[in-house]
T-cell receptor, first 118, second 111 residues
């Protein structure tokens, strides 16, 4: 099946630094990718929808200057957590839908990135 | 308000039995409903999609029902195995084509 690779799988950083997380679709093209945040025992919360070649669409309450999203190609989207603080510590997950599938198409998820900000 | 609810308590069953998980939603009229499996510290994995005009969908030991009148989906795993232990997420698509995730129900299958 289709594979989405997310890197790094875990990262520890100091408060105030920026962290970049990559999401790659390895064997398919994804016009749209999604970024989620998940707290322990809670649902995935959609942060933003990343569209190739255009600006990301952020959900209400998500700071676009804090969480920078770049979708430069059909196989790569990046999320940069800028000036990270301890409250940004979370599990971040990306997903992608194949460009050839419809809007209800299966989402392929990355393995997630565990961010810990000290 | 719009809600999608899954039982927050873990479902603990004996190997070989059928596991039934429930997903209820309010103030949505989804055209599609999906179920995903999530293991601890991992991303979700797609299992099944069911459309609003489908009452039931099967895939191997999995069965999903979709009752748009009750606003409920049931997810069944027959002949459950310890390897089925995971959290199962119900996901619906809202009117703006956004996927809304339930908080998931944890299934524990005892050997």
């Amino acid at each position: 099946g289709a594979v989405v690779s997310q890197h790094p799988s875990w990262v520890i950083c100091k408060s105030g630094t920026s962290v970049k997380i990559e999401c790659r679709s390895l064997d398919f093209q994804a016009t749209t990718m999604f970024w989620y945040r998940q707290f322990p025992k809670q649902s995935l919360m959609l942060m933003a929808t990343s569209n190739e070649g255009s600006k990301a669409t952020y959900e209400q309450g998500v700071e676009k200057d804090k969480f920078l999203i770049n979708h430069a190609s059909l196989t790569l989207s990046t999320l940069t957590v800028t000036s990270a603080h301890p409250e940004d510590s979370s599990f971040y997950i990306c997903s992608a839908r194949a460009s050839t599938s419809g809007i209800a198409g299966e989402l392929f998820f990355g393995e997630g990135s565990r961010l810990t900000v000290l | 308000s719009q809600k999608i609810e899954q039982n927050s308590e873990a479902l603990n069953i004996q190997e070989g039995k059928t596991a039934t998980l429930t997903c209820n939603y309010t103030n949505y009229s989804p055209a599609y409903l999906q179920w995903y499996r999530q293991d601890p510290g991992r991303g979700p994995v797609f299992l099944l999609l069911i459309r609003e005009n489908e009452k039931e969908k099967r895939k191997e030991r999995l069965k999903v029902t979709f009752d748009t009148t009750l606003k409920q989906s049931l997810f069944h795993i027959t002949a459950s195995q310890p390897a089925d232990s995971a959290t199962y997420l119900c996901v619906i698509m809202d009117s703006s084509y956004k996927l809304i995730f339930g908080s998931g129900t944890r299934l524990l299958v005892r050997p």
